[in-house]
Structures are given as C-alpha cells and as structure tokens.
C-alpha cells in the first residue's frame, strides 16, 4: 500500500501530554502524521482521530522534526528513508491515544486551516500511522464518528469547541451529490459507528464514486476529475513539505499464506 503521510504542525497540547512531552523535544516541531489513500479530500479535514487505547510515541525524526505515530510505523519509516540517520528510530516519549485528544494542530490544504484530535475506536493499530485524518463530507466512517462525539460530546468528554467545525463539500460525485458521507449514511441508515456492516459498504461504494465519477470543487485543481487530481495535489503537498510517500510493508501472514 502507498499511502501519502501528511505533516499536521502540532500548535498546542492536550494537558494530559504538554508537560511530558515539552520536557522531550527539545527545539523540534513536531507533527502527527497520518496516512492518506485520499489527498484529494484534504480540503475538507475537521479533525484528527487517534486510537483511544493505542500506543503512541513521539519520534525524533532529525535534529529539527518529531513525529507522533505507532512504533510499528517509525520503523517503517526509519528504513524508508523518512528518518536520519537511516533505520534508526528514536522515541523519545510514549502515551496513550486517549491523552492526545485536544491537541490542536495544523491540517494542511483544508479550508479549515486548525483542527483538533479526537478517539475512534475503529482505528486499527497494525494499519498506516495509527493517525488518521478526518474527511465526514467524503469517508463514511469519519462522518459516524464525528456526529457520534458531537451527539454525545458531554458523554465522550468532549470540548464542544473541538467537534465545532463544519464539514464541507469538496467532491462532486455523479449520483450521490457533494457530500458522498451524508447521502450514503442517509440512503444505508447508519446511525452510529456501530453500524459497521453498513459503513463497510458506504466505504467501497464512496472509494469507487468518489474516484471513477468524483470532480474537484474545492482547492487548487477544482474543475478537474479526482482521477486526474489525485496525483497532482499528491505532488503539491510533497513539493510544499507538508507531505511524503509512506508505504506499508506486505504482512508476513498474508504473502506466506497466499
Ligand atoms: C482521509 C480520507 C478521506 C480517507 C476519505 C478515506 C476517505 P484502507 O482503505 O482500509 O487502506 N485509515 C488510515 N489508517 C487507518 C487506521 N490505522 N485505522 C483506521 N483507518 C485508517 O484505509 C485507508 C484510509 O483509512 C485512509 O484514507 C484513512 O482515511 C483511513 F474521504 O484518509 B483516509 C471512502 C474512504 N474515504
């Protein structure tokens, strides 16, 4: 898998990580780092979810850079090349997923330019970054989750301020409108994130619309088709730094097995 890692600036801490990890970093800036199959909806981020019971570290990535993720993913990144010295992975802090909701930080080419991170408990640790990046206009499951914690913000200890920004449409799709997320939650009733035989099915439907019948309406490349999009704002975000390729290794199990 070739996904695209994007480098969310970190602009203020949650209290449960600032003092642990200003006590590390030294003058390095540091980032949470998604993995992405979908530059082209980035213009519509509204958040960052994180795994509430995943390990997370902070990385040094060189003198001047940390990144938070999964260890698995800092070795990974460490001999792709993403770290110096080459295959060394230095940690300089470990937490809880569940510590780092609240932290603010920047969300590159969205048209809302700060973001906030939030738990969902569907993000899979072995998978990416164990960081994902929320589009609710165009992935069904960022949709779920987001109005799942903007329901029951008091419930899930939410700060109504972090869930305050609204979606936006990005992508026109032929039959389901500019808003894939909505429409399919509405057509396939899924209320929550429990709802996850649906969601598996809004997902395939909303990656093949969204790539086969998909055009721009938002950002620098609007008018042109996903299909053509895709790889230029892939390119941009790289050019701009705020971006590099991060692949996944095949799992052992699978290839022995297959
Ligand atoms: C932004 C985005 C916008 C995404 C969208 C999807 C969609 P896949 O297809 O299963 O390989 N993702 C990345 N890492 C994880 C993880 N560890 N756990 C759970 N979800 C993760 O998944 C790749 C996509 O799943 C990634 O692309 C990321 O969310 C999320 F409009 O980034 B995406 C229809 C999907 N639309």
């Known amino acids: ?56 570290g902070v990385f040094a990535m060189n003198d001047k850079e940390a990144y938070i993720c999964t260890v698995r993913a800092a070795r990974n990144m460490a001999f792709q090349g993403t770290s110096a010295p080459r295959g060394v992975v230095n940690q ?79 992508v026109e799709t032929g039959a389901y409108g500019n808003m894939i997320a909505y429409t399919l939650a509405k057509q396939l009733k899924i209320q929550s994130p429990k709802d996850t035989k649906q969601l598996a099915e809004a997902k395939d439907i909303a990656y093949k619309e969204g790539f086969y019948t998909g055009v721009m309406i938002a950002g620098e490349f609007k008018g042109l088709k996903v299909q053509d999009a895709k790889p230029k704002i892939r390119e941009s975000m790289i050019e701009h730094g705020v971006a590099f390729p991060y692949a996944e290794p095949e799992s052992l199990v699978v290839s022995r097995s297959s």
């Open 1 to 56: 898998q070739e996904y695209l890692g994007i480098k969310m600036e970190v602009v203020e801490w949650s209290d449960a990580v600032k003092a642990k990890i200003e006590a590390v970093i030294g003058s390095r800036t540091a980032y949470l780092v998604p993995a992405t199959l979908r530059p082209e909806t980035l213009y519509g981020q509204t958040n960052c979810f994180v795994g509430p019971s995943i390990k997370y």
């Open 92 to 170: 300089l802090a470990e937490f809880d997923g569940i510590e780092l909701v609240g932290t603010k930080a920047k969300a590159p080419f969205s048209l809302n330019p700060e973001v906030y991170v939030l738990p969902m408990d569907g993000v899979v640790a072995t998978k990416g970054t164990g960081v994902v990046t929320s589009v609710p206009s165009d992935s069904p499951d960022d949709y779920a989750t987001f109005f799942e914690l903007r329901k029951k913000a008091e419930y899930y200890k939410i700060d109504p301020k972090w869930v305050a920004i609204e979606p936006v449409p990005v």
